[in-house]
């Protein structure tokens, strides 16, 4: 009988290992919903984590693999190293002539040198606890108050740091923070979107079947996001904020950006509401692959502040998608970490 066993556990072991390997080597074209080209504008980027534009022209990428920031001109696909020497780079944020870099529990600030270089770094915040998740995206918002994204240690556990599992508000200038919003077990990115407010993607526990879905969130100010006890039985937690759109449990929703009104690719008119696409990175938490995907999110308001969603595939096989950004021109662009690192553009069919 153990005889017979030892093939099929080999090959559950050979059918595992292969599902993980799968959107690193599959092959696959990316997919698009009709009337639109997904194209590959630059590839061997590492591990891209970021997509920040620093002109028209250059995007500003986190290699979290070598743990630097690189320049990318999107036309000639010439590259520099703007920064280096990083741990885990996450986040990048400019305003003016200062950019503020998200790495492994650390947030530091340098000024943006007239060549475009990232030097004389000022540490604002550290020691912020890193294990199975870390700090991830820094966004600055209208008030130029710093918002940082910073995961759980764990999967689930109550954290001994609460600067971990949170939304962590820094002043830009003395690096003084604080929780903003708690029980956000881990949140890579999220967009500020004008004359509503901030959203943002968040990541639910693993091994517990199809509990729960990954989460999109709209910020209110000392919310809490349900994390720990945020069991199947109670799925949102007496006191705490329902996501405003759910989708497929452990397949990892990532980067996030709103769509520019102007944008070719489809979404809501201004007096409807908005559109938010998203990332989904795919999962290891699952027999059979799912995610490797860009959504699209029609976001709607209510009469009473709260927001509704309706949440659709635009792109599918597109590997291990992680970062987005939408250019100003409107075109969508999304960067896959992994298998030496992407970057892809999405345009209507000319």
């Known amino acids: 009988m153990r005889r017979h066993l030892v093939p099929l556990v080999v090959f559950i072991i050979t059918l595992l290992f292969a599902r993980q390997l799968y959107p690193y080597v599959s092959g696959a074209d990316p997919s698009v919903v009709d009337g639109f080209v997904v194209t590959e504008v630059s590839s061997g980027l590492g591990g891209p984590t970021c997509l920040v534009w620093q002109d028209e022209h250059t995007l500003l990428i986190c290699d979290r693999d070598v743990g630097q920031i690189l320049a ?42 007239d060549d475009g270089m990232l030097t004389e770094r000022t540490v604002l915040v550290e020691g912020v606890p890193t294990k199975n998740h870390q700090s991830n995206a820094v966004e600055m918002l209208p008030n130029g108050t710093l918002l940082w994204h910073s995961g759980s240690t764990c999967n689930v556990c ?21 929780v903003l919003a708690s029980g956000v077990r881990n949140s890579f990115d999220g ?24 989460e999109l969130n709209f910020l209110k100010e000392g919310g809490a996001y349900g994390w720990p006890d945020d069991d199947p039985e109670h799925p949102v937690p007496a006191g705490t904020e329902a996501p405003i759109g759910t989708w497929t449990p452990h397949t990892s929703m990532n980067g996030l950006d709103v769509r520019p009104p102007h944008s070719a690719l489809p979404g809501l008119e201004p007096s409807e509401g908005f559109t938010l696409y998203a990332s989904v990175y795919g999962s290891w938490n699952t027999v059979l692959p799912q995610g490797h995907e860009i959504l699209r999110i029609d976001v709607r308001p209510s009469d009473d502040g709260s927001y509704t969603s309706d949440i659709s595939r635009f792109a599918w096989d597109a590997g291990t998608p992680l970062p987005l950004v939408f250019h100003s021109d409107g075109t969508l662009y999304y960067a896959t970490f992994g298998n030496g690192g992407s970057l892809y553009a999405i345009t209507p069919i000319q």
Do not use: C, K
């Not at 109550?158 to 604080?178: C, I, M, Q």
């Open 72 to 113: 990318l001109n999107i036309s000639t696909d010439e590259r520099s190293t703007v920064l280096s020497g990083l741990d885990r780079p996450h986040g990048l944020a400019l305003s003016a002539s200062l950019a503020f870099v998200s790495e492994a529990g650390i947030l530091s600030r340098y000024t943006v040198s």
């Open 158 to 178: 109550d954290e001994a740091d609460e600067r971990n599992a949170a939304l962590l508000w820094v002043n830009a200038t003395t690096g003084e923070h604080g």
């Open 191 to 214: 967009v500020w979107v004008g004359g509503h407010g901030y959203f943002f993607t968040d990541n639910g526990r693993d091994w517990e079947g199809d509990h729960p879905p990954e």
